[in-house]
């Protein structure tokens, strides 16, 4: 039934990123959903239960500026506005960022459409908590490796990134679309002023159960000189 629900997306993105407009296809799949022509197969409708998890640790603080990674139907997002983070969530897809603001009316949510590719100047360094969950995933190549690197440029000095991803080994094939990071394009989260808190494999609940990364990580506050 998952794959039945991805065909679409799967052609789209093949689609798109022939063309070499590698994240064009999300507004074309939002819109055909909207038209009730297609399924977004990610739209759960609830928050991320990793997501979940990750908020109910012990001794974790909430609080700060939040920005969400693909926010699709604005699920996650509300989520964080919740646990009180003044909340920023963006897609590169209108009709999503458009879908969220009425399923949430008068959310404390700032909902905008906008580009990990090409993220808003002022977005640099200002947030407290980044959360990417299952875009960079969709992406390969120079899309891929540049969204892992816009996701840290967008953490502000002691902020934390926290990253959900399909897994798999280095060994493995990337199979179809969503395509698993492997440990080492986990790891590429932490470049430059980055380090891994916390980083793991879990299976999650679906049926059949399906291997994930659940990674934080900190940007390291950097005193210049006196």
């Known amino acids: 039934m998952a794959d039945e629900k991805r065909a679409f997306a799967r052609r789209l993105a093949a689609e798109s990123i022939a063309a070499g407009e590698p994240t064009a296809w ?5 819109a055909a959903a909207e038209a009730g022509d297609a399924v977004v197969p990610w739209a759960d409708l ?4 990793l ?11 909430h609080g ?12 996650d997002a509300e989520f964080l506005a919740g646990l009180g983070y ?3 969530a963006f897609d590169v897809a209108p009709t999503a960022v458009a879908g969220a603001r009425r ?8 909902y905008v459409a906008a580009d990990l590719l090409d993220p808003p100047a002022g977005w640099l360094g200002a947030f407290d908590l980044v959360f990417e969950s299952y875009t960079v995933q969709v992406l390969q190549g120079a899309a891929r490796a540049a969204a892992i690197a816009n996701c840290g ?3 502000a000095p002691g902020g934390e990134l926290l990253v959900l991803a399909r897994a798999r080994e280095d060994a493995d094939e990337p199979g179809a679309m969503p395509w698993p990071l492997t440990r080492a394009e986990m790891e590429a989260f932490a470049t430059g002023d980055f380090q891994v808190v916390h980083l793991e494999a879990v299976h999650d609940h679906e049926e059949p159960p399906v291997r994930r990364w659940t990674a934080t990580l900190r940007r390291r506050v950097v005193e210049s000189a006196a």
């Open 26 to 30: 999300f507004e074309t799949l939002y």
């Open 46 to 49: 609830e928050p991320n239960p």
């Open 51 to 61: 997501l979940v998890r990750w908020a109910a640790a012990a001794g974790r603080a």
């Open 64 to 75: 700060g500026a939040a920005l969400v990674v693909g926010c699709g139907l604005g699920d």
């Open 86 to 88: 003044r909340t920023v």
């Open 103 to 110: 399923r949430f009316p008068g959310s404390a949510v700032e």
């Open 153 to 155: 440029a967008l953490v």
